[in-house]
């Protein structure tokens, strides 16, 4: 009989069937107990040098009891019976094989127990856990997409001016940096309406016609556009 459970677990009861060697209907063996005559259990853990033996204590069925042996129902389920598996067993080992023998027509039984960090229960805890599994990762994946569509407005607003400047010389270019200033876009920890105030006239002065033109020559407003564009294919990407 082989087993998985969580190492260090506590207080564990397992069912085992004992086979009744004499018969060849694979029945089972009725009527044992604790202190059957000749009935041994004995353990051993991986690095373990020798097997330990475990003292078989009385017991009731349902109730865990260290070392403890019970009969669940010679009439419905005959050979069936309870182990109360002693805490020492499961400690933080990688398995453990017990085996319980020596009573007449009894057929060996072993038990082998492999002992994991995480069992099916604690993966289904972990993803479902709302401080870092599904919900807090759906939580985080909805503020990231405000934040993304957040910029692509504003790069949209920012590109929307940027043409302006580069079609419209009736307007000063410090009226269009306050335009810019209105999108509350922000750079690092300082927000572009403090980087634009700090010096405009100093902008102005070096943005004239001839360098207007040049921009307009580079392609400037397909540039910006594109910015955007990358954005939602990334956030496509994301979602995809």
């Known amino acids: 009989m082989k087993l998985i459970i969580k190492k260090a677990t506590t207080s564990k009861i397992i069912q085992i069937f004992i086979q009744d060697s004499s ?16 009935l041994t259990a004995y353990y051993i853990k991986v690095g373990d040098a020798s097997a330990t033996a475990i003292s078989l204590a009385d017991a009731t069925v349902g109730t865990w009891t260290s070392s403890g042996f019970k009969e669940v129902d010679a009439t419905n389920m005959p050979g069936v019976y309870e182990i109360g598996i002693p805490d020492a067993c499961l400690t933080t080992v990688a398995q453990v094989v017990i085996m319980l023998k020596g009573v007449a027509n009894m057929a060996p039984v072993v038990l082998e127990i492999q002992l994991d960090d995480n069992v099916v229960k604690d993966v289904y805890d972990i993803v479902n856990s709302g401080t870092y ?5 759906k939580t985080e994946i909805d503020y990231n997409e405000a934040l993304i569509d957040t910029c692509i407005s504003k790069v949209d607003v920012i590109d929307g001016i940027v043409d302006n400047i580069l079609i419209d010389t009736g307007t000063t270019l410090e009226n269009h940096l306050t335009d810019i200033k209105g999108t509350g876009f922000v750079k ?4 572009l309406p403090q980087c634009l105030t700090a010096d405009v006239s100093a902008l102005a002065s070096v943005c004239t016609e ?15 556009s594109n910015v955007g564009k990358k954005v939602d294919r990334n956030l496509a990407l994301l979602y995809s």
């Open 188 to 191: 690092d920890t300082h927000s």
């Open 210 to 224: 001839a360098r207007l033109s040049e921009l307009d020559t580079a392609n400037l407003p397909t540039d910006v």
């Open 133 to 137: 599994g599904n919900s807090a990762l």
């Open 23 to 38: 018969l060849t209907t694979g029945a089972g063996l009725t009527g044992l107990v604790y202190n059957s005559a000749s």
